[in-house]
């Protein structure tokens, strides 16, 4: 049988199988893994009323911003439509589609309206920590409310997914991304830019502050840690925001069993976020997952009618799962051995067997953990 | 609370959520149908032994071609890598991936090698009949035979996955790709370029065939219909592929109840393949499944030591069935009525209720189709 590419007359090209920087090939098991994963992230979800949108991979680059916020152009992996000739992009996170959506097609539809969405993202440009630019992510938002009930309801059901999944020692570090901003704007007025006192607080670089007038601020970076430590120490500081204290408690109180720390002035990755953001971290059977599962908070969705729209929801990382190990099975598969009656095949698989089956008397039970011999499956 | 979104600078968007052509959202029920309806088949293929694999979303354009066959250059939807300035390309299609896996990463694996997928593809341009740009697929490779024990497990399976996920009427058209090009290269030959032959005979052209100087291949273009006929007006013909046809008769008898037709001389989208393709139709609830719901066939993987190696596989177009109404339920959702303890919605969900849980006494139960009064599930 004659090979069946063909070359255009372009001769033959340099099979080297390399990826760009940044992607990769998911092998079984891992694979699978993922997928399985995946299912059971939004198993938990659905079993929470959130219902299924899938936005599409591609988008107008114009388009995926101004929902939430604007993307740095630079994290856009970018490509040029030729129907349209417009520029477009590929989606760096699901998020902001589904504020979009939420801000336009389902306008109308109840509140508060829970929806949830798992699919890749994909940035231009890798992390120094992290190479990749294909993520698979999973998530939930519920749009029309960011009370207390419902941030409870979006952590504890975060937190439910990865202990559905597997992840142990899952702990939940909360922030109030808008703190510093409303404390700049009354109570510690600062000299220096907004966004100088954010970068001095987002590294923990207290020896910044006095160069930046801001040593006001330093109590809020030694209060960091364990939230009912952390809640003490805030609190002998009288801030304006006693609610937000109130709301942290309530939620570490709603998560036994979870570590819950809280580092107040935390910004950097909750540039869109308001009152309050989180993130998950946890292990699996190799170690701890390795950075962040997950994060989420509270954010404003923008409508085209100028106004706003509070929800709260959160990202969860499979890949991070995966790469710890997570969700690995071993599959028991069952040969069945060359001959063996397509009715017999059947009746295993409606038992519940994955089988595979001899194409040849010569094929052997290779990645197989049973054999058939005719009455029961044995053991390999 | 302040809005979330920020401008850096550049004005207020016009925000219309409009997608480029051929990109679109699937809302509730349809999401959830794609990804049930995704879950469906691989759980079919999966039964059958197939270990998923999960190729990027993105690779060099070069590395998208050669595997089995270049992609037509105007097929690609293209980006360029901000890290090596190197062309990158959105995946056409999956099969050309598990194929370059199949010769790279896992040449050293044990054959036959039974491999999986499911995700989006995506397209530079869309069709005249479907302007789709992304599709998700689904599909299943069987790499190092293309034997007809090989073939019918392939075929078989991807009969059962379509039963599995809902599909009635389920036909199968059956095609030789080499037939025509078999029999221009030693029984009929022809004087015109082979390219020229299929088109005609692709568009079942046979006013086109004296021209041509092909009016021998006119039989074969009334030869096609429904197997046993098929098969009795090709054997009549004293063709020098009687193997091939004995083959079809014995797929066609491995799928009782499933409608088998033979065309023999379709080459149209059976480019790269190799004694066998086949495309499969049903319908769903709303009627027929417009066009294909899938099509696979036998092809040769190219390895980078200028060896092939027989494969056979098929892929199947979630998006197909989603449109012809397949994979929708209508979801069971519990109203717990604010203050329902949340052990009480522990205990409903592991009973297998979807729940959703008033965040304030002022929620009410839309979405729901029962309401927790205290006591149980009262039907709405």
Redesign the interface.
Known sequence: ????????G?G??T???????????????Q??A??ALL?TL?DTV????Y??????????E??L??????PAS?AL????????G?G?A?RPDITG?IA??A????ADA?R?L?LAY???V?R???GQLNPA??FLQAGAELIG???L??AT?IL?MAVAALAAAGVTDISVDLTLP?LVATLAADRWPVPCPLADLHAALDAKDAGALPALGATAYAPLLAAAGPAAQALARLRALDLPVAPQLDALESLAAALPGTHVTIDPTERHGF?????LGFSLFGRGPEGAVRGEIGRGGS??V???NGT?E?AVGFSLYVDALVDAGLGITR?R?LFLPHGTP?TTADTL?AQG?????A??PT??P???SHVWNGVEAAAL
């Open positions: 049988m004659p090979p069946a590419w063909r070359e255009d372009e033959p090209q099979l080297t199988g390399l990826l760009p920087e940044g992607f990769r090939d998911r092998l079984p098991p694979a699978e993922a997928a299912r939004l659905a079993a929470r009323g219902a299924r949108v899938q936005p599409p991979l591609v988008e107008f114009t388009g911003s101004g929902w939430l916020m604007k630079t992996l970018r490509a040029t439509d030729p129907a349209s417009l477009l590929l589609q979009r959506i801000a336009t097609r389902l109840p508060p829970r798992g699919g890749p994909l231009a440009k890798g630019r294909e409310s960011d009370s009930a419902a309801e504890t808008e540039e869109y976020h308001s009152w954010y404003a923008r409508h085209s706003s509070a599959p598969r397509s698989r067997w994955a089988t595979v089956a194409l040849s094929d052997t290779q990645g197989c």
